[in-house]
């Protein structure tokens, strides 16, 4: 088992729909973050969740909306998404924000039609 | 403006060789850089950090070089191997860079390792 696990593993989605990611570690982590991967792009931080309260939002477009009920779960929440928004998502934890070594999932592979 | 920049997007080295990646990033603020690597269809994993008052460290067959007045770092996996053939992704952060935790990614260099 993996230390962050990541659900769905591939998503297919129109831009009516509404679904969520899932995002697990158990790894005993405080931070978890969530990141975006698009083609021929680097790795970009959206949110930032610490002890259960979002530290950062790198200026995420609401249709993305984040929750994390406790330090070991973490959603992303998606509706009306664009097809630029087609790209891989990863989920990443670290012991505390500031520590930057992460570990990440291996991300949900998001198409939006 | 992209802040870390991998400017070669793939490199391919004879097995047993030396593989040089590099990592050039525009803020001076930064203060630690790490590498990463990615298997196809798995996340990130982290290899080996150096932080900026280094200028060297090494685990291994993989040593981190880091060139402050050039902006400049590179990873040295000596030898290669086949199974080292992933992205690597260079990633950096500091005051500068970006609140805690937000590292900021190069686009990453796919190596291939032939045997």
């Known amino acids: 088992e993996t230390g962050v696990t990541q659900t769905p593993r591939h998503l297919v989605m129109g831009m009516t729909n509404k679904k969520s990611l899932k995002c697990e570690q158990h790894?005993?982590?405080?931070?978890m973050y969530w990141y975006k991967q698009s083609a021929k792009k680097p790795l970009e931080l959206m949110f930032v969740y610490n002890f259960k309260e979002q530290t950062e939002n790198n200026s995420v477009p609401s249709r993305f909306s984040p929750e994390c009920p406790n330090s070991s779960h973490l959603f992303l929440h998606l509706h009306t998404l664009q097809p630029e928004d087609s790209a891989l998502y990863l989920c990443?934890?670290?012991?505390?924000?500031?520590?930057?070594?992460?570990?990440f999932g291996s991300g949900t592979q998001l198409s939006v039609l | 403006d992209q802040q870390v920049k991998q400017n070669s997007p793939s490199l391919s080295v004879q097995e047993g060789r030396i593989s040089i990646l590099n990592c050039d990033y525009t803020n001076s603020m930064f203060d630690y850089f790490l590498w990463y690597k990615k298997y196809p269809a798995e996340g990130p994993t982290f290899l080996i950090s150096i932080s900026s008052i280094k200028d060297k460290n090494e685990d291994g067959r993989f040593t981190v070089f880091l060139n402050k007045s050039a902006k400049h770092l590179s990873l040295h996996i000596v030898p290669s191997q086949p199974g080292d053939s992933a992205v690597y992704f260079c990633a950096a952060s500091g005051a500068g860079g970006g609140s805690q935790g937000n590292l900021i990614f190069g686009k990453g260099t796919k190596l291939s390792v032939k045997p």
């Open positions: 790894l005993g982590h405080n931070a």
């Open positions: 990443a934890s670290s012991q505390e924000t500031g520590l930057e070594k992460l570990f």
